[in-house]
Nanobody
Framework: QVQLVESGGGLVQAGDSLRLSCAAAGRSLSTYTMGWVRQDPGKERDIVAA????????YYADSVKGRFTISRDNAKNTAYLQVNSLEAEDTAVYYC?????????????????WGQGTQVTVSS
């Protein structure tokens, strides 16, 4: 199975940008469809973005379209989430998730693997 480790979160001001990374170990990332989800305390995980194995297909939640960009570098076994124009409402723990399915997955519960998360806090 694959192990995922997220990094890149932090405390930023509204309008700032971050680049979240998800490093995979144990298996080749190219065999997984990937997604980024976020979770506020006491709430369910919500899908933010998803990307197919070969990066041909991507998906974005309406709330982040035009501000977030998901990408992956299978040669580096790493997925990324570029987050721009951050808003206070983007504050959450961000998780990358993986599944052996094809295409992309828009339901966070359908992923099989996930990391420990990275905290993003946006102050207004």
């Amino acid at each position: 199975q694959v192990q995922l480790v997220e990094s890149g979160g932090g405390l930023v001001q509204a309008g700032d940008s971050l680049r979240l990374s998800c490093a995979a170990a144990g298996r080749s990332l190219s065999t997984y469809t990937m997604g980024w989800v976020r979770q506020d305390p006491g709430k369910e995980r919500d899908i933010v973005a998803a990307i197919s194995r070969s990066s041909v297909s991507t998906y974005y939640a309406d709330s982040v379209k035009g501000r977030f960009t998901i990408s992956r570098d299978n040669a580096k076994n790493t997925a990324y989430l570029q987050v721009n124009s951050l808003e206070a409402e983007d504050t959450a723990v961000y998780y990358c998730e993986a599944s052996g399915s094809y295409g992309y997955i828009t339901n966070s519960e359908d992923y099989r693997y996930w990391g420990q998360g990275t905290q993003v806090t946006v102050s207004s």
